[in-house]
């Protein structure tokens, strides 16, 4: 007769982490035994993935890192750092959903997300960002790239969110048909205007007959140096 034991995955895990930590008896004896009085600080968790690392002991890093994964909640700077130390453990596949989760919760990390996915996979990388209906994330894309001057990538993210004409953004629809024009690319920027401003003929509002929007195709007015 067997005694079964059923453990519960959380504590398997805790354990496992904990016997790393005990199998370096100068990491236990020394101050690291903070570990065991703050199981929940992340910040000593992720120091102690980086000396794995360092010491080439991958495996034992990417361990400590799935840890810090759970316990790191919405802290988003922690987030960027997994996503970093996950790529020196050859773990490129799992930072995309710590990348897509930055992307959406902070505008001040965007950019950052975008570059680090691009100097991972290429050009072509930050698109792993937009596999998702989420058309925020999607807006938040196409505001960056127009900034960058990343046309082509405007281009493709515009087709996408034109789908959804309803939801985009007046001021983003305005900036990309103004980047568009200074860019002398008028073809795609009267193509992005017709979707909401449709044009009978060459001219836009050529009888006056609508109020006066000041921008794109529509009539500019200024004022006359002759005028008094």
Not at 17 to 43: D, M
Not at 72 to 100: F, H, M, W
Not at 156 to 165: A, G, P, R, V, Y
């Amino acid at each position: 007769m067997f005694l079964v034991i059923k453990v519960s995955p959380l504590f398997l895990f805790i354990f496992i982490i904990i016997g790393i930590i005990l199998s370096s008896s100068s990491l236990f004896l020394s101050s690291s035994n903070k570990f065991l009085f703050q199981p929940l600080n992340s910040s000593l968790w992720i120091q102690l993935a980086k000396d794995k690392i360092n010491k080439e002991k991958l495996e034992e890093a990417f361990q400590i890192l799935q840890w810090v994964r759970k316990i790191s909640g919405p802290i988003i700077t922690k987030r960027i750092e997994i996503a970093e130390l996950l790529i020196e453990c050859n773990k490129t596949d799992l930072i995309i959903p710590e990348l897509k989760f930055v992307f959406k919760t902070d505008p001040n990390l965007r950019k950052t997300t975008i570059y680090l996915l691009k100097s991972i996979y290429g050009e072509n990388g930050s698109k792993l960002l937009l596999d998702t209906t989420d058309l925020y994330i999607w807006s938040s894309y196409l505001e960056i790239a127009l900034n960058e001057g990343w046309l082509e990538e405007a281009k493709e993210i515009w087709h996408q969110l034109s789908k959804h004409k309803n939801n985009i953004d007046p001021k983003l629809f305005k900036s990309y048909v103004e980047t568009f024009i200074q860019q002398q690319d008028y073809q795609e920027a009267r193509r992005a205007w017709d979707l909401f401003f449709p044009i009978q003929g060459l001219l836009w509002n050529g009888g006056f007959e609508k109020p006066f929007i000041g921008w794109g195709f529509d009539w500019k007015i200024y004022k006359s140096p002759f005028y008094q």
